[in-house]
């Protein structure tokens, strides 16, 4: 008995046609009913009445039918499984990671994956988190670290990582300096420096600009979040960061919460819902490492 007798069995069964049966299968009818009259001889039973326009079960067709599902069934787990550690063994996995973030959790993720599963080749790659977004639902990026305005991207699966306000990052003596909030009209005033379009932080920015109908000056852009603290420190501009991006500037520019800014800026983990096993384990990796010391971020 072969697995192809019971495919085939399994889809006359289902057909109740011959002529159709082999068209789902693939091979010609006369190899259809050949093999079949072969599981017929080995099993010493008829499995269809063909007297009829229709094959139709006979009584013992019927009491085969649910054990041929389930073997063909065990099989295709079979194969799966083996797939899976094969897929654990050799292969390859694709990171992206939004440009400027630096992120000791990932990092550890990624090392503790590639400790466990050695035969896969890590990619790391970085780009803006828009084109990191599209990359992942094209499924050229397996994972990706992201900087977001939603918390799940559509079409894909999430898991977020840090969600903070935005603020204003401006040096001693700067005139918002000694305010402990401001408002984005307060900032029309002053030149910005920030993230570029594509970013998720930007994203944030533009769209709560956009809702009030204010139109900054972004005098300069930069991937970054030392290239921006470095400008704004010297008097360039107004820095827009993150609360965590800021804390590390703190020597040189004072932070200031935007207080009209109600979307907060996410760092999240994005993959497909239909992923490999490899992005599964990675994804273990992941959360034990986002849940321990360390693991705010910087959205990007």
Same mark, same amino acid.
């Given at each position: 008995m072969?697995?192809?007798?019971?495919e085939?069995?399994?889809?006359?069964?289902?057909?109740?046609?011959f002529?159709?049966?082999?068209?789902r299968v693939?091979?010609?009818?006369?190899? +259809?009913?050949?093999q079949?009259?072969?599981?017929?001889?080995?099993?010493g039973?008829?499995?269809f009445?063909?007297?009829?326009?229709a094959?139709?079960?006979t009584?013992?067709?019927?009491?085969a039918?649910?054990h041929a599902r389930?073997?063909l069934?065990?099989?295709?787990a079979?194969?799966?499984?083996?797939?899976? %550690?094969?897929g654990?063994?050799?292969?390859?996995l694709?990171?992206?990671? +939004?440009m400027?973030c630096?992120?000791?959790?990932?990092?550890d993720?990624?090392? @503790?994956f590639?400790?466990?599963?050695?035969? %896969?080749?890590?990619?790391?790659?970085?780009?803006?988190?828009d084109?990191?977004?599209?990359e +992942?639902?094209?499924?050229?990026?397996?994972?990706?670290l992201?900087? &977001?305005?939603? @918390?799940?991207?559509e079409?894909?699966?999430a898991?977020?990582?840090?969600?903070?306000?935005l603020v204003?990052a401006v040096?001693?003596?700067?005139?918002?300096?000694?305010?402990g909030?401001v408002?984005?009209?307060?900032?029309?005033?002053?030149?910005?420096v920030?993230?570029?379009?594509?970013?998720?932080?930007?994203?944030?920015f533009?769209?709560a600009c956009?809702?009030?109908?204010?139109?900054?000056?972004?005098?300069l852009?930069?991937?970054?979040?030392?290239?921006i603290?470095?400008?704004?420190?010297?008097?360039? @501009?107004?820095?827009?960061?993150?609360?965590?991006?800021?804390?590390h500037?703190?020597d040189?520019?004072?932070?200031?919460t935007?207080?009209? %800014?109600?979307?907060p800026?996410?760092?999240?983990?994005?993959w497909?819902?239909?992923?490999?096993?490899a %992005?599964?384990?990675?994804l273990?990796?992941?959360?034990?490492?986002?849940?321990?010391?360390?693991? &705010?971020?910087a959205?990007?």
């Amino acid at each position: 008995m072969e697995l192809r007798q019971l495919e085939y069995f399994v889809a006359v069964a289902e057909e109740r046609n011959f002529t159709r049966a082999a068209e789902r299968v693939h091979i010609s009818q006369s190899g +259809v009913s050949a093999q079949i009259r072969r599981l017929e001889r080995e099993l010493g039973a008829e499995l269809f009445d063909r007297s009829a326009r229709a094959a139709t079960l006979t009584v013992a067709g019927k009491a085969a039918l649910e054990h041929a599902r389930d073997a063909l069934a065990a099989a295709k787990a079979v194969g799966q499984a083996v797939g899976e %550690v094969t897929g654990l063994i050799r292969g390859g996995l694709t990171v992206g990671m +939004v440009m400027g973030c630096t992120l000791t959790p990932l990092f550890d993720a990624l090392a @503790a994956f590639h400790r466990a599963h050695p035969g %896969v080749e890590i990619s790391l790659l970085e780009d803006r988190s828009d084109r990191l977004v599209e990359e +992942v639902r094209a499924g050229t990026v397996d994972l990706a670290l992201i900087g &977001t305005a939603s @918390a799940t991207p559509e079409g894909l699966e999430a898991l977020t990582i840090t969600s903070e306000r935005l603020v204003a990052a401006v040096p001693a003596g700067h005139p918002l300096a000694g305010r402990g909030h401001v408002a984005l009209r307060d900032l029309a005033g002053h030149p910005i420096v920030c993230m570029p379009p594509g970013t998720g932080l930007r994203t944030v920015f533009d769209r709560a600009c956009a809702a009030q109908d204010l139109h900054p000056a972004i005098a300069l852009q930069a991937s970054a979040p030392d290239a921006i603290a470095d400008l704004a420190a010297r008097g360039l @501009a107004v820095a827009v960061l993150s609360d965590s991006m800021a804390v590390h500037y703190r020597d040189r520019l004072t932070a200031v919460t935007i207080d009209d %800014v109600g979307t907060p800026a996410l760092l999240a983990l994005v993959w497909r819902s239909a992923h490999g096993p490899a %992005v599964r384990e990675l994804l273990v990796h992941g959360r034990r490492a986002f849940a321990g010391p360390g693991r &705010t971020g910087a959205p990007g």
